[in-house]
């Protein structure tokens, strides 16, 4: 069964300091993994986009890594910000048995970032 | 400006009565998609459109329907046969079907009282 699972859960950091979420997937056959961050109560957004091939892909203080031999990502958050309070969610596409392409979600990390 | 727009951002509904949710999209984007989201879950598929008179059912259609008339225009509508409807419902939309990044819209949360 194709798979998406985040930890941690839930994530308590003071405001400054760094921090990384992880996404381990069973997807496959697996096309790209993206990262989105969702503020409460509103759509998600999001931060970077892998394709297999790509090892790392940076967007500001967000810096995503993917290791697609051991499918796992990784995205980690430097110098954290109060507003970088949200849920962070992987989401993984690939593709059906039918040959069709699905995205596959991840039920998140939520961040708290404390002054 | 480009993008998503969902309405209403908050909906009360009666037990019995149907509720349409607007999606429209300036993105020029051919897929939509809706979907569900509840406290510790992943996103759920209700349904999906590739294109314009076209759509597909997720793995969550039970008790919904939508409609894809224009490609701009994807509503979703929650009916009395969907047995707990109380969620927050994003819809989204990408160039081609789930591949492609997907961008979403503010959501609806939706509350039956």
């Known amino acids: 069964k194709n798979q998406v699972e985040q930890s941690p859960q839930s994530l308590i950091i003071l405001e400054g300091k760094n921090c990384t979420l992880q996404?381990?997937?069973?997807?496959?056959?697996?096309?790209?993994l993206r990262w989105y961050k969702q503020d409460t109560g509103r759509g998600p957004v999001s931060l970077t986009i892998m394709t297999f091939s790509e090892n790392t892909k940076s967007n500001g203080r967000y810096t995503a890594t993917l290791d697609a031999d051991t499918k796992q990502s990784s995205l980690h958050i430097t110098a954290s910000q109060l507003s970088d309070s949200a849920s962070y969610i992987c989401v993984v596409s690939g593709t059906t048995t039918s040959g069709t392409y699905k995205y596959i979600f991840g039920t998140g990390t939520r961040l708290k970032v404390l002054a | 400006d480009g993008g998503i727009t969902q309405s209403p951002k908050y909906l009360f509904r009666k037990e019995g009565q149907n509720v349409t949710l607007s999606c429209e999209q300036n993105l020029n984007h051919d897929a939509m998609y809706w979907y569900r989201q509840d406290p510790g879950q992943g996103l759920r598929l209700i349904y999906y459109s590739q294109i314009v008179n076209d759509f597909q059912k997720g793995d969550i259609a039970e008790g919904y329907s939508v409609s894809r008339e224009k490609k701009e225009s994807f509503p979703l509508t929650v009916t009395s046969a969907q047995k707990n409807p109380t969620a927050f419902y994003l819809c989204?939309?990408?160039?081609?079907?789930?591949?492609?990044?997907?961008?979403f819209g503010q959501g609806t949360r939706l509350t039956v009282v």
């Open positions: 989204a939309s990408s160039f081609s079907p789930m591949n492609t990044e997907a961008f």
């Open positions: 996404c381990n997937y069973t997807v496959s056959p697996f096309s790209n």
